[in-house]
């Protein structure tokens, strides 16, 4: 079946390390997301991609990374900079050369400080 | 500016009882609307969609959702209830400019025996 793989399920940070988090997918879509999400807060976007070697920032890119190499993958980095990043974290996707499609998403990254 | 209120935080219901949530939008142009749902430590799930046409809409689960335009609205509902439906539930419109998507901030459904 086809779908989106998010791992790890946990992660758990040190002070000023980095970490990354994988998003797979299988979908052949082009479009890609990363989300945070905090309690009572919504899905706030990080950084979105609509095509390999591109990406843009969303409303909260401070602090982390991303690159897109391949169609399928697209890795965020929670860097030091990141005062804050214990939260919950889901990665999307859609195709966006058909118009009006949903997003697709997988179960997420649940990312806490050691 | 785009965004998407949904106006109640939380919600409890009785099972077998019916239910509304609630979602207000604001967008120039013709939204694309959705409703999601997500179990505890989840992603999201697609309940159903709205692009055009029929302005009511079935999805899965037995949801079903209706636009009002002239409300700017797209308000979930159910007509019973079940154990299985408690979740967190997200209302979100879709841009076809740069395919961006607004969420709302959930509403947290509980079901009461």
């Known amino acids: 079946d086809g779908g989106i793989t998010q791992s790890p399920k946990y992660l758990f940070r040190k002070e000023g390390q980095n970490v990354t988090l994988s998003c797979e997918q299988n979908l052949n879509h082009d479009a890609m997301y990363w989300y945070r999400q905090d309690p009572g807060q919504g899905l706030r976007l990080i950084y979105y991609?609509?095509?390999?070697?591109?990406?843009q920032k969303g409303d909260i890119a401070e602090g982390y990374s991303v690159s897109r190499e391949k169609k399928e993958s697209f890795p965020l980095t929670v860097t030091s900079a990141q005062k804050n990043p214990t939260a919950f974290y889901l990665c999307a996707s859609t195709q966006i050369w058909q118009l009006n499609q949903p997003q697709h998403f997988g179960d997420g990254t649940r990312l806490s400080i050691l | 500016a785009q965004s998407v209120t949904q106006p109640d935080i939380h919600i409890t219901v009785s099972e077998g009882a019916s239910l509304e949530l609630r979602c207000n939008y604001s967008y120039g142009a013709t939204p694309y609307l959705f409703w999601y749902v997500q179990s505890p430590g989840q992603g999201l799930q697609l309940l159903l969609k709205?692009?055009?046409?029929?302005?009511l809409v079935q999805g899965i689960k037995g949801f079903e959702a209706e636009f009002k335009r002239s409300q700017s609205s797209f308000n979930l509902r159910k007509p019973s209830v079940h154990w299985s439906d408690a979740a967190e539930y997200f209302c979100?419109?879709?841009?076809?400019?740069?395919?961006?998507?607004?969420f709302g901030t959930g509403t947290s459904l509980t079901v009461i025996p």
């Open positions: 979100a419109v879709g841009t076809n400019t740069g395919n961006q998507f607004y």
């Open positions: 991609s609509q095509i390999v070697n591109d990406f």
């Open positions: 709205y692009f055009s046409g029929d302005t």
